[in-house]
């Protein structure tokens, strides 16, 4: 490539700190829900930023924002690029953000340069990614790819119980869901640029990471049921605890992932809820939620599968009554070929070593690539902190991704046709 991106370090620098000052909490935690005042002060800003760049822009109804940078060939399927950027409470300022205005300098490098797209360019914003406000994650993304219909969004509703056509109407998104789902082939392809999320690179001192794989998480309720009693007035023998029934579930779910026979497989139970929750006396129903993850989905459902069926074995010895609810089983997502071959290309034309990986978290990348060949970028993050107010990527981190970003856009922009899969890519020598 003969493409040579000018990165503006200090300026990428600049625009994440002021898109952290649009905030429900001061910094350096940051909290935007969204459709909150906060959430839409920061689109106000990303919007003006995304005109000054000569880019075309478009919201759709469910909020999700487009800035495109036209092409010679505007009738082809669009390159991508883009994350997200409403945060939990408490979190910091680097989560999705690095992939927005990383993917903003990344296309304004390439302008200064008078490169030319072939394909036209496009930066998303996607819409809730994280699942604070509506108990689901990706949402903008689950629904452009067709994972979630108009009729499930309706269904929604916050804490409040506010439904989410209530709430988006208010925050002035008042077009038709039935026109959020992209058609059939929008995009040639789809790069998101995002903090690791974990100490890896960090640690083995490599600057990018090149995502192969995105785990997938499922989620299960568990509600278990037993019998109360003082704690000092029903013996031992006579006991129907329902948290001692948790209790053993929560290990033994550890105990099925650690024994998967892969290191990618996690399960975690971050959510337990106790009645009556009170010191003297015996907990007689307790509710559980539960979250498996792996890129291999079979091997990740059949740890399920072992979950369920301790759940039923230790309730039934235990005499408690249980339930298991799937909330979700999203599918594991593979990275597609010739995007990683363009990614490895461009950290070859930077100079920069990078790491094939996988991803255990997961993002917008995992719902685009059910629609397009997909594969995400990491940087890395201090200590592999994120989702808290210490979350930290440093500025020539930042930059050196954007860098790859920006040539890997541009070969993928160049494609007059897109490429059948072919052998995978392997890692530049060190």
Not at 36 to 49: F, I, M, N, S, V
Not at 159 to 187: D, K, Q
Not at 363 to 386: E, K, N, Q, Y
Request: proline share 6%.
């Amino acid at each position: 490539m003969l493409v040579r991106p000018l990165v503006d370090q200090e300026r990428i620098q600049r625009e994440i700190e002021t898109l952290a000052a649009f905030s429900e909490t001061p910094k350096p935690a940051i909290t935007r829900v969204v459709y909150t005042k906060p959430d839409l002060e920061a689109r106000a800003y990303l919007k003006q930023l995304f005109l000054e760049a000569g880019l075309q822009v478009r919201e759709d109804a469910l909020g999700n924002l487009f800035a495109r940078w036209e092409g010679s060939a505007p009738d082809l399927p669009v390159v991508a690029t883009g994350s997200h950027i409403d945060a939990i409470p408490y979190a910091g300022m680097y989560d999705g953000v690095v992939g927005v205005l990383g993917g903003l300098e990344a296309i304004r490098a390439l302008q200064r340069t008078g490169f030319k797209p072939f394909r036209s360019i496009e930066l998303l914003v996607f819409a809730a990614e994280e699942p604070t406000r509506f108990g689901i994650g990706c949402l903008g993304s689950r629904a452009l790819a067709g994972v979630l219909t108009p009729e499930s969004l309706r269904l929604l509703r916050d804490a409040e119980g506010r439904s989410l056509e209530e709430v988006r109407w208010e925050a002035g998104y008042m077009g038709s869901l039935e026109e959020v789902l992209l058609p059939s082939g929008y995009y040639a392809a789809f790069v998101e640029l995002h903090i690791e999320q974990g100490p890896v690179l960090e640690q083995e001192g490599i600057p990018l990471g090149v995502v192969t794989a995105i785990a997938a998480p499922a989620s299960l309720q568990v509600s278990l049921e037993g019998a109360g009693g003082h704690a000092g007035g029903v013996l031992m023998p006579e006991r129907r605890d329902a948290l001692c029934a948790a209790a053993e579930i929560i290990l033994g779910v550890e105990a099925f992932a650690k024994n998967s026979g892969s290191i990618n497989t996690v399960a975690t139970t971050g959510f337990c809820q106790v009645y009556p929750n009170a010191v003297n006396s015996i907990p007689s129903q307790v509710k559980l939620e539960i979250d498996v993850r792996d890129v291999e989905q079979s091997r990740r459902d059949q740890v399920i599968r072992q979950i369920i069926q301790g759940v039923e074995q230790v309730c039934t010895r235990r005499d408690i009554r249980y339930s298991v609810e799937i909330i979700n089983m999203d599918p594991p997502a593979k990275s597609g070929s010739e995007v990683l071959k363009a990614l490895v290309a461009a950290c070859g034309d930077a100079g920069v070593r990078f790491k094939l990986m996988v991803s255990r978290a997961y993002h917008d990348a995992l719902f685009m690539a059910r629609i397009a060949p997909t594969a995400m970028l990491f940087i890395p993050c201090r200590g592999g902190v994120s989702h808290r107010p210490d979350e930290y990527a440093a500025p020539e981190d930042i930059a050196r991704g954007v860098h790859v970003l920006a040539l890997a856009l541009a070969r993928l922009s160049l494609a007059q046709e897109r490429e059948s899969p072919k052998d995978e890519p392997t890692p530049l020598e060190d």
